[in-house]
T-cell receptor, first 113, second 113 residues
Framework: DQQVKQNSPSLSVQEGRISILNCDYT??????FLWYKKYPAEGPTFLIS?????DKNEDGRFTVFLNKSAKHLSLHIVPSQPGDSAVYFC????????????FGKGTTLSVSS | DGGITQSPKYLFRKEGQNVTLSCEQN?????MYWYRQDPGQGLRLIYY???????QKGDIAEGYSVSREKKESFPLTVTSAQKNPTAFYLC????????????FGNGTRLTVT
């Protein structure tokens, strides 16, 4: 059973517009959430994270929102750029030693110019 | 330059042969991880290690083995018991397990025929 779900396999947006990528989780013990970006044949790179004590975290063009009651988080990219085209993975973990990140299946973002 | 090195980038083996994938990090991280990526499946955890001489099974450990004799190194052996070994394998490390971002290598593409 998937604990981290990204229900949209793909998303297409125009350059300059907002990209919104969504993620849902089922494990109420998760308290730390991350987004990664991945290009083909490369390892994922860390983008941004959020702890469950916050509901928003911002870093430049990237903002992550967390709704704990809905067990939902989203990544907003504003403005979107063609270089943002990649696969985006949502990941979650619980704040305990001995745990590892659980990843969603990813959403492929395509930004057209 | 600190980072994670996976070698080789591409690896080809005949069915029935064991093969070992290398992962080395010079980030002085305590925790190391192996994930597998298949199309449409996201990243699935194979094994992880919090400290030297200790490791735990992930969600899909069957047919794989690991060792952690040194802090810097976490090799993964894909045995002949692994039914679908062809995949993209990603090694990662983090300062500690739990709430800290993972840093990934660039992966090894294993093809078994």
């Amino acid at each position: 059973d998937q604990q981290v779900k990204q229900n949209s396999p793909s998303l297409s947006v125009q350059e300059g517009r907002i990209s919104i990528l969504n993620c849902d989780y089922t494990n109420s013990m998760f308290d730390y959430f991350l987004w990664y970006k991945k290009y083909p044949a490369e390892g994922p790179t860390f983008l941004i994270s959020i702890s469950s004590i916050k509901d928003k975290n911002e870093d430049g063009r990237f903002t992550v929102f967390l709704n704990k009651s809905a067990k939902h988080l989203s990544l907003h990219i504003v403005p979107s750029q063609p270089g943002d085209s990649a696969v985006y993975f949502c990941a979650a973990t619980a704040n305990q030693a001995g745990t590892a990140l659980i990843f969603g299946k990813g959403t492929t973002l395509s930004v057209s110019s | 330059d600190g980072g994670i090195t996976q070698s080789p980038k591409y690896l080809f083996r005949k069915e029935g042969q064991n093969v070992t994938l290398s992962c080395e990090q010079n980030l002085n991280h305590d925790a190391m991880y192996w994930y597998r990526q298949d199309p449409g499946q996201g990243l699935r955890l194979i094994y992880y290690s919090q400290i030297v001489n200790d490791f735990q099974k992930g969600d899909i450990a069957e047919g794989y083995s690991v060792s952690r004799e040194k802090k810097e190194s976490f090799p993964l052996t894909v045995t002949s018991a692994q039914k679908n070994p062809t995949a993209f394998y990603l090694c990662a490390s983090s300062i500690y397990s739990g709430n800290s971002p993972l840093h990934f290598g660039n992966g090894t593409r294993l093809t078994v025929t």
